[in-house]
């Protein structure tokens, strides 16, 4: 009987601890995929005008970037609710 528990809230645990390995992942991936100025680039401006559109640019490009990781996440844990919730249902002959 205890072995069978600890196996049953082992296999829970795995469930659900992977969703935050996704995005613990995807939290990696997106910081790495951020644009930045590089300094050389920083030493090639010519205006000050210059400086703001490669901001505003990579603001806008980064912005991009947050959304979509946003979305990733939203549906890792769309993907894990609705996994538990038909496990629920299955295992508690709930419809």
């Known amino acids: 009987m205890n072995q069978e528990y600890f196996e049953k809230w082992t296999e829970m645990a795995k ?3 992977a ?3 996704e995005i613990v992942e995807l939290n990696v991936k997106t910081l790495q995929n951020l644009n930045y100025i590089k300094p050389e680039e ?3 401006l010519k205006k000050p ?3 703001f559109e490669k ?3 990579l603001l806008i490009e ?3 970037k947050t959304l979509d990781h946003m979305q990733r996440s939203f549906e890792i844990v769309e993907k894990a ?3 538990m919730v038909q496990e629920a249902r299955e295992k508690g002959g709930v419809h």
């Open 62 to 64: 980064n912005g991009h």
């Open 42 to 44: 920083l030493a090639n």
């Open 15 to 17: 469930k659900v601890q």
């Open 49 to 51: 005008e210059e400086l």
């Open 55 to 57: 901001q505003v640019r």
């Open 19 to 21: 969703p935050w390995q």
């Open 81 to 83: 609710m609705l996994s």
